[in-house]
């Protein structure tokens, strides 16, 4: 076998094995992205009270009921309505009766432009099941702090006077109020539907 023919097989089988490795590697990176915290590393979460439209609402107005929990706000350019959105979506891909037993609780981190009412209009927009709370400054940080999301004021010469940077996790609570798993952003429909039909099955 000449030289060149042996020096370009051994190429091309040192090509396709990185090829290989790299494919492997960028699945398992998607898999570890995807996949929730061990139970150790999910955050104490528990129990609140804070202002909607209608009135208090507290997390264990949801006992028996399967929720998911975010904090973000109305003026958001980006990340919460394309949360929002996934969320709904995930919803409607779900059997009436299984969507019923779900709610999502949207925490605004941005009380001073958030009112109740404006938070109604908005998260009634995305679905049904969607309920806004805010309330005061510390009330709300005590929450972030518990529930491990983080936030803070940015871009204060914007258009909408400013911005906030918030952590773009959702947070899953079983039927008794505790926080179950925590869900990375980026999380397809299919998938977050996939993980409450499996919930509301316990």
Not at 96 to 118: C, H, L, Y
Not at 125 to 144: L, P, R
Request: hydrophobic content about 40%; some cysteine.
């Amino acid at each position: 076998m000449p030289a060149q023919s042996r020096w370009f097989r051994i190429f091309l089988l040192l090509f396709f094995t990185l090829l290989g490795m790299l494919a492997y590697l960028l699945v398992l990176e998607r898999h570890q992205r995807n996949a929730s915290p061990p139970l150790a590393a999910v955050p104490p979460g528990g129990d609140f009270v804070l202002q909607s439209a209608d009135g208090p609402v507290s997390l264990k107005d949801f006992r028996g009921k399967v929720a998911l929990l975010y904090f973000g706000y109305a003026l958001c350019p980006d990340v919460c309505p394309t949360s929002l959105s996934t969320m709904a979506m995930a919803l409607k891909r779900l059997k009436p009766d299984e969507a019923d037993q779900v709610r999502v609780i949207f925490i605004s981190v941005d009380p001073k432009r958030d009112t109740p009412d404006r938070l109604k209009e908005y998260v009634q927009y995305f679905h049904k099941n969607m309920v806004g709370v805010t309330g005061e400054k510390k009330y709300i940080d005590d929450i972030v702090r518990r529930y491990g999301a983080i936030y803070r004021i940015a871009d204060e010469g914007s258009k909408a006077g400013y911005l906030v940077d918030h952590s773009s996790t959702t947070y899953l609570i079983d039927r008794s109020g505790k926080l179950v798993k925590l869900i990375p952003h980026g999380v397809n429909p299919e998938s977050l539907a996939a993980i409450l039909r499996e919930q509301i099955s316990k």
